[in-house]
Antibody, heavy 124, light 107 residues
Framework: EVQLVESGGGLVQPGGSLRLSCAASGFTFSSYDMHWVRQATGKGLEWVSAIGTAGDTYYPGSVKGRFTISRENAKNSLYLQMNSLRAGDTAVYYC??????????????????WGQGTTVTVSS | DIQMTQSPSSLSASVGDRVTITCRASQGISSWLAWYQQKPEKAPKSLIYAASSLQSGVPSRFSGSGSGTDFTLTISSLQPEDFATYYCQQYNSYPRTFGGGTKVEIK
């Protein structure tokens, strides 16, 4: 079964740091781009970061310089290091599977698999 | 950044109704558009990719159309399990962006 399981959420003070993890199973993790998407309570979805199969990374302006996405293919794991956290970063954070690449050719079905989410609360 | 605008933001419909949700991109994105369904307290579920291709296991009452800047998600006959919030998302370029969502409620 294809599955993504996030962990690492919790309560952190403004200015603090947190590291989220996403454990992947049931597919060849190293062949997929991976994303983090967040959702504040009662709000819409906001894309937070992505990492390609070659380790290339992407961020929106709202988190660039504060968040770092990384992956460890040997452990089928995705990470999000979040620093200088603000109240506005409070949200449920989801990891999601993206584009598939093999032999130099890539195929995409959007973000086709999502984890159940982990909650980050930034508050004093 | 590409802005994604969905309309309406909410709608009320009855079981069996035909429902249409629109999504407009601020610039052309070819067919690099996906639709997601989200129920309360649940993770989003992918419904459609490449503007009109159904993900495996998605009922055929869901369909998508459009290209360039204007896109549509249609539910041909609304079922009780379809009451949810729907989001469009472009994956033409980074940063990826989502529409604001359309909440489909029971009339």
């Amino acid at each position: 079964e294809v599955q993504l399981v996030e962990s690492g959420g919790g309560l952190v003070q403004p200015g603090g740091s947190l590291r989220l993890s996403c454990a992947a199973s049931g597919f060849t993790f190293s062949s997929y781009d991976m994303h983090w998407v967040r959702q504040a309570t009662g709000k819409g979805l906001e894309w937070v970061s992505a990492i390609g199969t070659a380790g290339d990374t992407y961020y929106p302006g709202s988190v660039k310089g504060r968040f770092t996405i990384s992956r460890e293919n040997a452990k089928n794991s995705l990470y999000l290091q979040m620093n200088s956290l603000r109240a506005g970063d409070t949200a449920v954070y989801y990891c999601a599977r993206g584009r598939y690449c093999t032999n130099g050719v890539c195929y995409t079905r959007g973000m086709d698999v999502w984890g159940q989410g982990t909650t980050v609360t930034v508050s004093s | 950044d590409i802005q994604m605008t969905q309309s309406p933001s909410s709608l009320s419909a009855s079981v069996g109704d035909r429902v249409t949700i629109t999504c407009r991109a601020s610039q052309g994105i070819s067919s690099w558009l996906a639709w997601y369904q989200q129920k309360p307290e649940k993770a989003p579920k992918s419904l459609i990719y490449a503007a009109s291709s159904l993900q495996s296991g998605v009922p055929s009452r869901f369909s998508g159309s459009g290209s360039g800047t204007d896109f549509t998600l249609t539910i041909s006959s609304l079922q009780p399990e379809d009451f949810a919030t729907y989001y469009c998302q472009q994956y033409n370029s980074y940063p990826r962006t989502f529409g604001g969502g359309t909440k489909v409620e029971i009339k």
